[in-house]
């Protein structure tokens, strides 16, 4: 039932407060909030009845919160009741103070209301939790702390609407203590917290989490300021470029890779090759003398140059057709490194800064801002980013990611399990197909390079980073278990869309 990643639109997430915002659109369009919970109740049910079993048999707990996720549990309740199912609902807090739609919905309830019992909840068939989803704004603590645990340690099959309780829907965080569910119900759209990890899994799996239409048109997306995507095709695939019969290699880009000394010398191999299988037209490496002999024997699809000094780059670069730069998979870390970046910066081509570039530059910040307005892509990693940004916190990455994409005018690639994409005008994307087993030697610079191969194509900035950063996650898929980061060179061939 999860949206059709092909679809157009199909990408948008809605943060908490954004879909208030739908909910509020769709309300003063015509459609009550008694509507749309009814809906959402009934979605609910729906998708609770395949958690069960065929012949009906086994118990349902319906856990309701104090606020409006509670009244879709109760509307849940009503509908399996009504289909026959042995459901009770089991309130977190007083029904007398529930407020709004919500006490509305839990008026028709008639059925079996208990008191919370943490042993019940242990050996029901099913519980299905509605007890916080977008209203949820701290930590949870105490007796629905002691709830949740119960819930995790039991036998249940677990579906959480709209949010596992304890979720942030805005950064995939555990706020205290989350509920962790086998299967979630969403509704319009995925929320981040549902593509973000912890929270990715929290929720099921993506291939758990449904998103249902409750009959919010979409027209509502022209009021609110959509920003946040999920990494999928139907976000990029106008930026992908598809050569004509007529095409020559140069309208495909020319990328150079900046490579170093020993011991590092196949990080800058794998990135030029991995910026050629990416599509770009031409790839030259350009790499000190005393290493020139080896990257030359070692490489055939890609040329290969000498460089000593900034003058010696400059003079590659005086080729105009090369259009994009990767600086960083083997450059070595240091002051010569600091000053090769900023030479080559000033030449304001699109620009890949990964590795030791980065490492390099943790100190000079602020250089980086004074190219504002120029096509730079860097490509931290946890460790890099806490170098480079030791004022920005990490525990919501996509804030951080946001933050860090402003303060330098770059686009920040913070790479993780779900890596993310943020640009400097505030959109963000978060990917969710990188299998565990890319994270391997290697890897990141094989990004970097799909990343230059990409921009080279010369696309708007955003997606194209966005979309190579998908290319390599499914590049991770193609190649599958056991892989090393060369198998990810012929298998970025295979993924092409
Ligand atoms: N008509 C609509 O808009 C539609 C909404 N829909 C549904 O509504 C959901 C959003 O509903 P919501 O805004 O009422 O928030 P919800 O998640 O139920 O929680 C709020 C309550 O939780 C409490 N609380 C918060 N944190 C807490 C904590 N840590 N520990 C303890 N308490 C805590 C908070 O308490 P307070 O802060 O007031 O003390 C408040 O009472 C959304 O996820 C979707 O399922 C759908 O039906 C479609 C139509
Ligand atoms: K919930």
């Known amino acids: 039932m999860g949206l059709d990643p092909r679809l157009p639109e199909s990408h948008i997430l809605l943060s908490p407060h954004q879909m208030y915002a739908a909910d509020t659109w769709a309300m003063q369009n015509g459609t009550s909030g008694i509507t749309l919970m009814e809906r959402a109740g009934k979605s609910v049910a729906e998708v609770a009845t395949?958690?069960?079993?065929?012949?009906?048999?086994?118990?349902?707990?319906?856990?309701?919160?104090?606020?409006?996720?509670?009244?879709?549990?109760?509307?849940?309740?009503?509908?399996?009741?009504?289909?026959?199912?042995?459901?009770?609902?089991?309130?977190?807090?007083?029904?007398?103070?529930?407020?709004?739609?919500?006490?509305?919905?839990?008026?028709?309830?008639?059925?079996?209301?208990?008191?919370?019992?943490?042993?019940?909840?242990?050996?029901?068939?099913?519980?299905?939790d509605a007890m916080f989803g977008a209203g949820l704004d701290r930590d949870i603590e105490g007796d629905i702390a002691a709830v949740i645990e119960a819930v995790n340690e039991g036998s249940a099959v677990v579906l959480a609407v709209d949010l596992p309780s304890g979720l942030s829907g805005a950064t995939g965080q555990v706020q205290g203590t989350a509920i962790q569910a086998d299967t979630s119900v969403t509704f319009?759209?995925?929320?981040?917290g549902h593509i973000l990890t912890p929270g990715r899994y929290y929720s099921g799996g993506i291939?758990?989490?449904?998103?249902?239409?409750?009959?919010?048109?979409?027209?509502?997306?022209?009021?609110?300021?959509?920003?946040?995507?999920w990494n999928t095709a139907s976000l990029w695939q106008g930026a992908v470029f598809h050569p004509g019969p007529s095409s020559h290699k140069y309208d495909r880009g020319h990328v150079l890779v900046l490579g170093g000394r020993e011991p590092a010398l196949g990080a800058s191999r794998l990135a030029s090759l991995a910026a050629l299988r990416s599509g770009c037209g031409l790839s030259t490496l350009a790499c000190p003398s005393e290493s020139y002999s080896i990257q030359a024997t070692a490489l055939t699809d890609v040329m290969v140059r000498r460089y000593d000094s900034s003058f010696g780059l400059l003079s590659i670069m005086a080729d105009k057709r090369i259009n994009t730069i990767v600086a960083g998979p083997g450059l070595g870390v240091g002051e010569k490194t600091t000053e090769t970046i900023l030479a080559v910066l000033n030449e304001r081509r699109r620009t890949v800064l990964d590795a030791d570039a980065l490492t390099s530059l943790a100190r000079q910040m602020v250089q980086l801002s004074d190219y504002s307005g120029q096509d730079?892509?860097?490509?931290?990693?946890?460790?890099?980013?806490?170098?480079?940004?030791?004022?920005?916190?990490?525990?919501?990455?996509?804030?951080?990611?946001?933050?860090?994409?402003?303060?330098?005018?770059c686009v920040i690639v913070l790479k993780g399990v779900s890596t993310i994409v943020a640009?400097?005008?505030?959109?963000a994307s978060i990917a969710?197909?990188?299998?565990?087993?890319?994270?391997?030697?290697?890897?990141?610079?094989?990004?970097?390079?799909?990343?230059?191969?990409?921009?080279?194509?010369?696309?708007?900035?955003?997606?194209?980073?966005?979309?190579?950063?998908?290319?390599?996650?499914?590049?991770?898929?193609?190649?599958?278990?056991?892989?090393?980061?060369?198998?990810?060179?012929p298998a970025i061939a295979k993924s092409l869309p």
Not at 379 to 408: C, N, V, W, Y
Not at 439 to 445: I, Q, R, T
């Open 50 to 128: 395949e958690m069960m079993p065929h012949n009906g048999d086994g118990t349902i707990i319906v856990l309701c919160g104090p606020g409006n996720n509670g009244g879709d549990g109760y509307v849940a309740a009503r509908y399996l009741a009504e289909w026959g199912y042995t459901v009770s609902v089991m309130p977190i807090s007083d029904i007398m103070a529930l407020k709004g739609d919500a006490a509305i919905m839990a008026r028709p309830w008639i059925g079996r209301t208990r008191p919370m019992d943490l042993n019940a909840l242990k050996s029901a068939d099913l519980v299905i």
């Open 188 to 192: 319009f759209s995925y929320k981040p």
């Open 423 to 427: 640009a400097p005008d505030g959109r």
């Open 432 to 489: 969710s197909n990188a299998p565990a087993w890319l994270s391997v030697a290697g890897a990141g610079d094989v990004l970097a390079g799909i990343i230059a191969g990409v921009l080279a194509q010369g696309l708007p900035l955003f997606e194209s980073v966005s979309y190579a950063v998908w290319l390599h996650g499914k590049s991770g898929e193609v190649a599958g278990r056991g892989l090393i980061a060369s198998d990810l060179l």
């Open 376 to 409: 730079i892509v860097l490509t931290p990693h946890d460790g890099e980013f806490k170098k480079m940004f030791p004022d920005i916190s990490l525990d919501d990455r996509l804030s951080a990611a946001r933050q860090a994409a402003r303060q330098t005018d």
């Open 207 to 229: 291939d758990n989490i449904h998103v249902v239409d409750i009959g919010i048109s979409r027209d509502c997306l022209a009021d609110i300021q959509v920003n946040t995507y």
